[in-house]
């Protein structure tokens, strides 16, 4: 059986330089998520969705291999992150930032398929958040991204590395700042985290 690897298949999205920003061009993908609000460090509903998400994607993950032989990695944890005012998103203002979280699915998974497993995942365990999770096609367009390696709270300079390159490039900033988070942070140490810093242009 052929397992299905999408960053592999994907690797322009998935495994951008740590030296340069680059522009690309993100195609429509299906994605399990969810939305939430707050300082993701100590929001009870960030720790829950995540839970959902992973329990939905694995129940459908095993659920379509054992009915229809279909296998594929489980893909990382993305986040959306903006605030009403775009033009006011700051680091330093999380309990005011809105968010969402997604892991991206294969072309082939269909909404009843997702309900099936929802359906499953809800009988064993119920997680809190699973009725928040929704199935959706997600078109980002084009964008500008770089690999950011290190903690989280360093992600700064980066950051603004990345919308210098932006507007360097002749274009504006459009839609939500989006993370791409490789690295499971219970197993890697701060300054080895891997995350994607992604921006829409315009």
Do not use: C
């Not at 500008?144 to 900033?173: K, N, V």
Request: without cysteine; aromatic residues 10%; glycine residues 4%.
């Amino acid at each position: 059986m052929t397992k299905l690897d999408l960053i592999k298949t994907l690797k322009p999205l998935y495994n951008p330089s740590a030296k340069e920003p680059a522009l690309v061009e993100v195609p429509p993908l299906n994605f399990l998520l969810a939305d939430g609000e707050g300082d993701p460090n100590t929001s009870q509903d960030f720790h829950e969705i995540m839970m959902a998400l992973y329990g939905a994607a694995y129940t459908l993950k095993f659920g379509l291999k054992k009915a229809a032989g279909f296998d594929w990695k489980v893909m990382p944890l993305e986040g959306l992150w903006w605030m009403e005012n775009m033009a006011e998103f700051s680091l330093e203002r999380k309990e005011d930032w809105l968010w969402t979280l997604m892991i991206a699915q294969p072309d082939f998974i269909t909404p009843d398929q997702v309900e099936v497993a929802k359906a499953e995942l809800q009988r064993k365990k119920n997680p809190p958040s699973l009725s928040q999770v929704r199935f959706e096609r997600y078109e980002e367009g084009s964008a500008a991204q770089i690999m950011h390696i290190g903690p989280f709270s360093e992600e700064r300079p980066t950051i603004a590395r990345l919308h210098e390159f932006i507007a360097q490039s002749g274009h504006q900033l459009r839609g939500k700042h989006h993370e791409i988070y490789l690295s499971d942070p219970r197993r890697t140490p701060p300054e080895k985290l891997k995350t994607i810093i992604r921006q829409p242009f315009e």
